[in-house]
């Protein structure tokens, strides 16, 4: 079974800094997609970015981007310089290319200091 | 907004009732997807209809149903509650299916079972 492991809880970083939020994950799959999700105090769940297993290229949008290591099985997302409208739970997910069934992850909760 | 609408926002009912989430997808989006978000379980993923027919089926108890009508809306149904069925609940909407669509996550509906 798929599995997707997100090993900090909590994090906090300082604003303008960049923070590294981590995420692992288990498959047997070669196909498949990977996404981080946002989900600010308001409970909106909220597309961050998406990255096509099948892509070596990392994903970018705006000051969002991430580090696929496919062999390792690792997903992290950078944020750059990091702004209070940050602070969120970021889910990171995972979608088998032949159903939609997402696995997330238990959540990192990010502060964002003044 | 994700154009994704849910109904109602929260709801508070009592053991042993029955309630009924009223999720409404996207323009154009044929998939329906629920998911319930639990402070113990995390996100994790109900239900899939796709044109009105099930599609994929997740951890989803038998006290719980659901059905997406002709119009592509699609309801969840319920019952027998139990005190750990409070959660939010969301709904999410794609234009397809198998493919690695975006889900577009709507507001969700909060459910207290008192």
């Known amino acids: 079974a798929q599995t997707v492991t997100q090993s900090q809880p909590e994090m906090s970083v300082q604003e303008a800094e960049t923070v590294t939020l981590s995420c692992t994950y288990d498959?047997?799959?070669?196909?498949?997609?990977l996404f981080w999700y946002k989900q600010p105090p308001s409970r909106q769940m909220i597309l961050v970015i998406r990255q096509e297993a099948y892509k070596q290229q990392n994903a970018t949008e705006n000051r969002f981007s991430v580090n696929f290591q496919k062999a390792a099985k690792s997903f992290s997302l950078k944020i750059s310089d990091s702004q209070l409208g940050d602070a969120a739970m970021y889910f990171c997910?995972?979608?088998?290319?032949?159903?939609?069934?997402?696995?997330f992850g238990k959540g990192t909760r990010l502060h964002i200091l003044p | 907004d994700s154009g994704v609408t849910q109904t109602p926002k929260h709801l508070i009912t009592a053991t042993g009732q029955r309630v009924t989430l009223r999720c409404s997808p996207r323009?154009?989006?044929?998939?329906v997807y629920w998911y319930q978000q639990s402070l113990d379980q995390g996100l994790q993923f109900l239900i899939q209809?796709?044109?009105?027919?099930?599609?994929a089926k997740g951890n989803i108890l038998e006290r719980f149903s659901a059905q997406q009508f002709p119009d592509l809306h699609s309801e969840l149904n319920l019952s027998s509650l139990e005190l750990g069925d409070s959660a939010l609940y969301f709904c999410?909407?794609?234009?397809?299916?198998?493919?690695?669509?975006?889900?577009?996550f709507g507001p969700g509906t909060r459910l207290t079972v008192l």
């Open positions: 498959t047997s799959e070669s196909d498949y997609y």
């Open positions: 323009s154009g989006d044929l998939s």
């Open positions: 999410a909407s794609s234009v397809g299916a198998g493919v690695g669509n975006e889900q577009f």
């Open positions: 997910a995972y979608l088998r290319n032949r159903d939609d069934k997402i696995i």
């Open positions: 209809y796709y044109n009105g027919e099930e599609r």
